[in-house]
């Protein structure tokens, strides 16, 4: 069941809906919020409806519910919860159901999250993102959350979104190989639709299905592997380099031939074709400087996992290879600083490098600079932090530290790590009792973090 639009939907429930948005111009929220449930019950596709209530609603509230209003609300939405759950396999069921619990608390997360996973199994995937969005808003860091969203943006075939979604996502966590799958299957359909093969969009598709022979389908799955062996990377790569004879134009050939390269850890001819990427009429952006960059990097590595262990000089060797690895880290970073100087995640990486050798002034400019980055505020303020602490200067870090507190409230590692963070700060300021309630916070959920036990047990002690 694809989205309707207005048009789509009989004419009654037209005029129904626009009774509706001219009861929220007038700021009538009750009368609009009456009106378009009643549409919804009839038209539960009309995503246009849809967010016109949740305006409707959240309007009604003043934009925030309080903390006692959210305390009713979902000690009287645990049976509608639990109701939903059940209503798992009818997905229009679960959807209405969403909507009275959303009903209490437009913004809060069970509703939409329910509604979420409901209007993707319903085959609503633009809802789906509707709500998403409004769960993103109120944890942007929430990995799970964030993955669901590029799946509900990709099915609603928004693919550049979810791209985007995933690249952003893949910055916080580049360590998730999930990421880079959901990022090789978002290129393969996006091959598959400029090819012309809609039909895989249902899910009922294949590729070996829809495309025209088999060695097409090989040659399209060997192209979307998360992990390439040598075989398919080198055969990949001779098919490219082949084309490139009569294609000398098609930078997007030559940037994959780029990462094949890469890929079988020849880095030498991987720099030569970003080079050629580079100086072409597509020039540089900051993601093929951020390639290449990625690229020398994995140069560094590779020769350091190439060093001869039984060689006496192998531990000055590590330290020459990881000494010219941080200049040159630092010595790129900087310069694609300047370059693009309003690339906030740049200075934030820059400050990170500069932190890391020690550098504590010139990180604290970069971090103060990245503050302004949502993505990476709450990170930018704790490094701050640290940089103060580094310097002596405990009031200041023992203030930024807490500010960062203030932007976190789940209790999640990150905010563990903060409160420990703070602790230490009070310690060295002498408030020892001061941190041990901040040590206490931690030991009453996770008495096996760092040392937190062996502070707050000692405070009892002695």
């Known amino acids: 069941m694809p989205e309707k639009s207005l048009s789509d939907v009989p004419r009654d429930m037209r005029e129904l809906y626009q009774k509706g948005t001219v009861a929220l111009q007038r700021q009538n929220f009750d009368y609009a919020v009456a009106i378009f449930q009643q549409v919804l019950q009839r038209e539960p596709a009309l995503l246009d409806c849809r967010q016109a209530l949740r305006a409707a609603q959240i309007k009604k509230t003043g934009g925030s519910t309080s903390f006692f209003k959210k305390m009713l609300g979902g000690a009287s939405n645990s049976p509608l919860v639990a109701k939903a759950q059940m209503a798992k396999s009818r997905p229009l069921e679960a959807m209405a159901i969403a909507e009275q619990i959303l009903e209490a608390d437009p913004q809060g997360s069970s509703g939409n999250k329910i509604l979420a996973e409901s209007a993707l199994a319903a085959g609503l995937p633009k809802t789906a993102c509707f709500a998403y969005e409004i769960l993103l808003r109120n944890s942007p ?68 299905d829809i495309l025209k022979n088999k060695d097409e389908a090989v040659k399209l799955e060997q192209e979307n592997r998360t992990v390439k062996t040598d075989d398919v990377s080198g055969n990949l790569i001779a098919e490219y380099e082949s084309r490139l004879v009569n294609e000398p134009q098609n930078m997007k050939l030559v940037r994959n031939v780029a990462e094949l390269y890469a890929q079988k850890k020849d880095f030498d001819k991987s720099l030569e ?99 302004a980055n949502p993505q990476r505020k709450l990170q930018s303020m704790t490094y701050l932090g640290r940089c103060f602490a580094a310097k002596g200067m405990n009031d200041m870090a023992a203030r930024r530290i807490q500010e960062a507190l203030k932007e976190k409230p789940n209790f999640d ?20 009792e001061e941190a041990i309630e901040q040590f206490k916070q931690i030991y009453e959920v996770d008495l096996g973090y760092k040392d937190v036990a062996a502070k707050v047990e000692a405070s009892y002690s002695g």
């Open 141 to 208: 860091k929430d990995y799970d959350l964030t993955m669901a969203y590029g799946q509900a943006l990709a099915a609603s075939g928004q693919i550049d979104k979810a791209e985007t979604t995933y690249s952003e996502l893949m910055l916080a966590y580049p360590q998730k190989g999930e990421i880079s799958a959901a990022l090789k299957n978002l290129s393969a359909r996006k091959t598959l639709n400029e090819g012309g093969y809609e039909a895989l969009s249902d899910g009922t598709g294949s590729y070996r």
């Open 413 to 432: 590692d990150e905010k563990k790590e903060l409160i420990y963070m703070l602790g230490c700060v009070l310690e060295k300021m002498g408030k020892k």
């Open 273 to 371: 074709y970003y080079e050629r990427l580079r100086s072409s009429d597509v020039g540089a952006d900051a993601s093929l400087e951020k390639a290449i960059a990625e690229t020398n990097l994995k140069k560094f590595d590779h020769l350091l996992s190439q060093l001869d262990a039984s060689n006496p000089d192998h531990a000055a060797q590590i330290e020459q290879v990881k000494l010219e690895k941080t200049n040159f880290q630092l010595e790129e970073i900087r310069r694609r600083s300047e370059r693009y100087p309003t690339d906030l995640m740049i200075k934030f990486e820059l400050g990170q490098l500069y932190f890391q050798a020690g550098k504590h002034n010139e990180a604290m400019a970069e971090f103060q600079k990245a503050l």
